[in-house]
Structure formats: C-alpha cells, structure tokens
T-cell receptor
Framework: GQQVMQIPQYQHVQEGEDFTTYCNSS?????IQWYKQRPGGHPVFLIQLVKSGEVKKQKRLTFQFGEAKKNSSLHITATQTTDVGTYFCAGRSGNQFYFGTGTSLTVIP | DTEVTQTPKHLVMGMTNKKSLKCEQH?????MYWYKQKAKKPPELMFVYSYEKLSINESVPSRFSPECPNSSLLNLHLHALQPEDSALYLC???????????????FGNGTRLTVT
C-alpha cells in the first residue's frame, strides 16, 4: 500500500547547525504539504508544493518537491530552539491523503 | 492558538462508558476530519465529512461514531472503547478544493483520551 516515509526518524542538532528531513513516497504525489507539531501541540500547516521541482522558502526554511513528485525535503538553516518539534510531510495520491512518518527534531542550546 | 476548538482537552473513561468529543470551527470550512494520533506517530485519518455528509470512513470500528450536526460542529461519540484506543484525537477542518492542490488542514488542540 501507499507509504510516505521520512528520514531520519529523530535528529539532534546543536543550535546553529543545519537540519534536513527527507520525505519519500512509493507513488507519485499530486502535491505535498509540510506540518510542524510542537511537543504537546497539534500539527500546524507550514507550506504546500504542487509543481515538479518546486522550491519555496520561508525565512530559514527551504522546501523542495522532487522532479518525479515522489519525494520532498525540508531544510532548516541555522536551527534555533524554537524549531524543536516533529515535522510531517503529507501528500495526496489519488483519493488518499497520507501523512509521512515524521522527523522529530531536538535542538541543543 | 487555533481556530478549531476541541473539548474536552483531556478525558479518562472506562471501557463501559459512553462519552463524546466535540469540535467547532467558524472559518466557513465545509470539510471536517477526525484523526487519531498515537505517541511519536503521524496522525491517522478516521473520518471525513464534506458538506455535513460522511464521505470517508477509514474502516474505523463501530465503537467510534461520528456526527456532523451542522457545518460548524463535529462530534465523535465513544462507546465501549478499549485501552488501545487511548490516544490524542485531533479534529481538523479545511476548505474543499480541487485535489491537485489540497487546502491546508487546520487542526484543533486535540483531546487526549485515556481508556482504563
């Protein structure tokens, strides 16, 4: 069945270091969304990518959608303690909308 | 803070109890969702309502019974739950949109349910 896997599952970084999470789908996605969930909180929408090869930036965050529309990445430059949380990708394939397995980011001050 | 309000925030119930989770949004969204989230796992879709009609039921056991009384309200009625049903139950809403570009999901803070 459809799976959207994210790697790594966990990442610990020193504050100021960069961070990247990768999202890989077994099927082509029509779009990809990214969400952030703080510890004890709820998922909050960050961004949506629709076009093949699309790149979008939000301040220190850079989002990419792969050319084949089967993978995506989120890169954070110079992490801060406020970046702590779990980052989920979510994508649509046909009638189904799937959340990825998530990457939990810890930032060490 | 979120524009999707869920009550209660916490709920402890026995396996023979009947309880209800409530969700409310006033953003004019015509799609509403129930998700279940276990610790350190992604949200799992349970139900989707479109225009107050149940459009998706992801093979959820009948001890979970959704209800959408109007376009702003979504309930989840619980009966005879099992301890493994303990989880964070998230309500979400969104605009209905063409599938190539999904509207973002707006989540509530969730109800943390413990079944004893």
């Amino acid at each position: 069945g459809q799976q959207v896997m994210q790697i790594p599952q966990y990442q610990h970084v020193q504050e100021g270091e960069d961070f990247t999470t990768y999202c890989n789908s077994s099927t082509t996605l029509s779009n990809i969304q990214w969400y952030k969930q703080r510890p004890g909180g709820h998922p909050v929408f960050l961004i949506q990518l629709v076009k093949s090869g699309e790149v979008k930036k939000q301040k220190r965050l850079t989002f990419q959608f792969g050319e084949a529309k089967k993978n995506s990445s989120l890169h954070i430059t110079a992490t801060q303690t406020t970046d702590v949380g779990t980052y989920f990708c979510a994508g649509r394939s046909g009638n189904q909308f799937y959340f990825g397995t998530g990457t939990s980011l810890t930032v060490i001050p | 803070d979120t524009e999707v309000t869920q009550t209660p925030k916490h709920l402890v119930m026995g396996m023979t109890n009947k309880k209800s989770l409530k969700c409310e949004q006033h953003m004019g969204h015509r799609a509403m969702y129930w998700y279940k989230q276990k610790a350190k796992k992604p949200p799992e879709l349970m139900f989707v309502y479109s225009y107050e009609k149940l459009s998706i039921n992801e093979s959820v056991p009948s001890r979970f019974s959704p209800e959408c009384p109007n376009s702003s309200l979504l309930n989840l009625h619980l009966h005879a739950l099992q301890p493994e049903d303990s989880a964070l139950y998230l309500c979400a809403s969104s605009h209905l949109s063409p599938r190539v570009s999904d509207s973002p999901l707006h989540f509530g803070n969730g109800t943390r349910l413990t079944v004893t």
